[in-house]
């Protein structure tokens, strides 16, 4: 009898382990169905409209943030899905601070970084770039009626309060205006905008479509384009996805990009001007 009951307790046992790991391989089975199409994750900041921005539903195309109830929205999101189309991929937005995209590109967090960046010699030391998906000039923003709403020239500021983003060219460029009062750089556009309506700087750095956009969203602000500009290089005023060094992903981004025309580059970023949420 115990030997009987020890048989039936052994078939117990081995059908349980049995069903466990067809529930196991069930789930599995679940996930590699759910992954069956592979993810292209794209970092961006989701602050710095039009290029890119975040908004609370998917209204004009919004992309849902992954770990997030947000989306974000924007040029760069056009692009990106695009580029996701293009591989046969599924995108996934992953926001991320500006600090932060290099190096979560480098530690495999995101394939891509598409946030409006500039392809400058000191990135490619560390990551490779695409070709060019925009290129832009830059301007100042400044407040509408103030000292500096006329400037026709960047030495228009010498004695100004002026800043930029932390860790970009537009920063470097300020050194170009002699007597400028150059200010501590901000980790992002929506606290340089916060900072020059309250009065705490004179302007900011941007590039045209950013001012164009700050503009848009706020009746004090106003775009000064520049008759005697700053001195940049191609690539600083320039934006490409920022990929991993050696990647095969370069090339097939790159064919992708080739198949934009410029006329659809130009709707793009018109719509995302029209359709960025004021707060950005």
């Not at 209204?59 to 990106?80: C, K, L, P, Q, T």
């Not at 100042?140 to 002026?162: H, L, P, R, W």
């Not at 384009?225 to 600083?236: A, G, P």
């Amino acid at each position: 009898m115990k030997r009987k009951l020890s048989i039936i307790a052994m078939v117990l046992a081995v059908f349980m382990v049995l069903t466990a790991c067809g529930a196991k391989n069930n789930s599995g089975d679940t996930n590699s169905s759910e992954g069956t199409k592979e993810t292209f994750r794209v970092g961006l900041e989701a602050g710095y409209a039009p290029f890119n921005w975040t908004q609370m539903d998917d209204s004009n195309g919004g992309v849902a943030i992954d770990e997030s109830a947000e989306f974000a929205g924007g040029y760069d999101v056009e692009i990106a899905k695009k580029i996701a189309e293009g591989l046969g991929k599924e995108l996934v937005i992953v926001k991320t601070e500006w600090d932060g995209l290099v190096p979560a590109l480098i530690s495999g967090k995101i394939d891509a970084i598409i946030a409006g960046m500039s392809p400058t010699s000191e990135r490619k030391e560390t990551i490779d770039f695409s070709d060019n998906y925009y290129k832009s000039d830059l301007v100042m923003v400044v407040k509408k009626g103030g000292a500096y709403e006329n400037a026709t020239s960047i030495q228009d500021f010498s004695g100004a309060k002026v800043t930029a983003q932390l860790n970009t060219f537009h920063y470097t460029v300020i050194d170009q205006i002699e007597g400028v009062v150059k200010e501590q750089a901000m980790d992002n556009f929506p606290a340089m905008r916060v900072a020059l309506e309250s009065g705490m700087i004179d302007g900011y750095v941007s590039e045209r479509p950013e001012g164009v956009s700050a503009e848009a969203a706020n009746e004090n602000f106003k775009i000064v384009e520049f008759q005697e500009k700053f001195e940049t290089s191609d690539d600083d005023t320039a934006v490409a996805v920022g990929i991993i060094k050696g990647s095969e992903l370069t090339e097939k981004i790159n064919e992708i990009l080739a198949g934009i025309s410029e006329e659809e580059r130009k709707t793009i970023m018109d719509n995302a001007i029209k359709n960025q949420p004021a707060s950005n």
